[in-house]
């Protein structure tokens, strides 16, 4: 569609009335800052989260759920599905818009599906390969994580998953929503709309970055100092 600029080529077969921005952090002041801007759709946190906010992962998910609206990915820490199931119940206990987030092995996609079948969102993460992101539609989730920032880091365009996956979600009408993690650069946002990805969850320093183009800074400047002369006010 875009070949001259090195985009890659895209036709989303069902199109969607929104690109959904969850926020990756457990930080509440930052998701609070920017729900206020009507950004957040949803939040995802990981273990790695849950260490860097220095809180309880029952008590702050909690705080989160209350805060936002939309889904709320709190990751299950076994490896086994006999006790990830019971987390994940546990975790879907916390609030009605929690997302159980299990990792890509075959435990995972087993409490996958029981908890699908349960009647729970499950976000399935660690998505490395089109392979790992069919397998997790097969097991009924709602969401499937690829990391791309982790991919790019051992010189594989992890843009490249996005848009094989886009198309074999369409080619079939699978439901899973491809929810684009490990976000490193405002341009992993632009290409994940292009390809339309269904969700990106963004470090918030990254999503504050959207807005940035300096001619706005300029243009802005021009306006204020013409302002000024004109000696009039509104209020
Ligand atoms: C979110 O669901 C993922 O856990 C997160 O985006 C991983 O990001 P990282 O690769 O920067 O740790």
Known sequence: ??????????????????????????????????????????VTTNPSLILKSGRNILEVTKEICDLVEGPVSAEVVSLKSDEMIAEGRKLAAIAEN?????????????????????????NVTLCFSTNQALLAAKAGAAFIS????????????????????????????FETEILVASIRTVNHITQSAIIGADVVTVPPAILKKLIHHP?????????????????????
């Open 1 to 42: 569609m875009f070949p001259k600029n090195g985009l890659r080529e895209s036709i989303p077969v069902n199109r969607k009335n929104d690109m959904k921005f969850f926020v990756d952090t457990a930080e509440i002041s930052e998701i609070a800052e920017l729900n206020d801007l009507g950004m957040v759709d949803g």
């Open 98 to 122: 929690i997302a159980v987030k299990v990792p890509l092995t075959w435990d995972g996609l087993k409490t996958c599906k029981t908890l699908t079948d349960d009647g729970f969102k499950v």
């Open 146 to 173: 690829p990391f791309v920032g982790r991919l790019d880091d051992i010189n594989i365009d992890g843009m490249d998953l996005i848009a094989e996956i886009r198309q074999i979600y369409d080619n079939y009408a």
């Open 215 to 235: 001619l706005t800074d300029k243009g802005l400047e021009g306006f204020m100092k013409d302002w000024a002369k004109t000696g009039q006010k509104i209020l």
